[in-house]
């Protein structure tokens, strides 16, 4: 018997049960635009219903602001750099192992229900360790080939592997939508808007379909929350098909001006720890919201946000402004009493939370904290950077771009943010301008050159790892054109 499998029946043993653990993710989720995050409107009601009983961080960040590189860095806890992973169209090397290898060698089922064509296995080879990895999608919208599954197939898709799973085993499941993901598509049973689209700008307009998309993957995601916490042995639930009868939306297109985030930018919020690093406060035995949940853990995040037009830019991966690089990050779990915390969490810290939630001991070269046992100190330094999204044609030339210096770095800490692209920093204090609008550069030059030294030291002991390249058919090229990732 390996080692995983020891310490999951020694887990189990303490907590009479294996937990079953869900990574739930949402491609391109900005988390202003969820209510448990300060979103006016209700976008959101079936995660605001799982934020309710989970314990919800309010300051959480992406390492790179792309699809492939994100969610790998979150599954190896390493940073995309190091894995060789900076773009969309490399693959995870072969040596890099993930949480998923470490549920299945100590014993779980394990499922993936992809809906990302940069996820693919024959992309991105992040498939290591998965018993299932669903990732069978090749549809067309208006003629033209779509880079993603509508969230109504996943959560169809979900629900088949958790009715087919073998039922002696726990299962460690990852279910990824990409509605929000452009092209945005409006669903007219989701509509956020309060007034004609004749007389909406552009900016409102394509907010206005962003909002809908969010409140049509919320839906699909309730049916699925439905069946993981229900109190009812089994997976009966409403089929995925009605779910336009019901959660209809009137409004969030966030079109006010604001970011969104209603002041909920974590300074506002407990650490929820006693201060000894002990960990959170535990759920009480005798609280209703435990029932047969008790063997349950759900990870909600998202991959990276969106700017959708903020400093003049809409889309992802080119910049490191917070709107797409600030991410939700909540945690359902036993014992777990439910709250919020403004604790500095990031990327890398998914892997090594999901496998101590399950009692399960980190991978070798895992970077990342459990951030429920060990929550990290409020000074945290995290460094971040983007080596941009789009992906070359040329054979050869993602490896190549891959060795190439990053687009922008930047580095968080106490609250400030410096962003340096090679010319002139940016430096934001994030608990007043969360919308990176105030630039304190210049009246802050010694603290400027504090934050760089940050980023120069981090630059040094983090090593660049080799990059492997995955061969395009024209039909990748085509799906990747219509995420906008083709240059």
Known sequence: MNLAA???????????TAPNVVLLSVDTLRADFLGCYGCPYPTSPHVDRLAAESLVFDDAVCEVPLTAPSMSSMLASRYPRMIGM?????????????????????GYFTFCVQSNWTLKTKLSHIDRGFDVYDDHFHQKRWG????????DEVTRIALECLRDRPPEKPFFAWIHYSDPHAPYEFHKQFAPANKPRLFMKRTETVRRKYA?????????????????LSDREGTEAASPDKSGESGESDGSDGSDGSDGSGGSDGSGGSDGSDGSGRGYPLRERGDPAGRRRDNLVILFVADHGESLYEHDYLGHGRRIYHHEMRIPFMVYAPGIAPGRTGVPVRGVDVGSTLLGLAGLQPLPGMLGVNVIADPPPAGRVRVVETYGGAVPKLPGAR?????APPQFQGVIADGWKLICDGASPELYYLPEDPGELDNRATAETRRVSGMKALIERWDRETRRGASEEAALTEDDLRALEALGYVE
């Open 6 to 16: 020891v310490y999951a029946l020694l887990y189990s043993a303490l907590l009479g």
């Open 86 to 106: 900076t773009r969309n169209g490399l693959r995870l090397p072969a040596g890099i192992q993930t949480v998923a290898q470490e549920f299945q060698n100590a």
């Open 399 to 403: 490896k190549r771009m891959a060795a």
């Open 144 to 151: 033209i080939l779509k880079g993603e599954r509508s969230a």
């Open 212 to 228: 809908s998309e969010v409140a049509f993957t919320d839906a699909q995601i309730g049916l699925l929350l439905d069946v993981l």
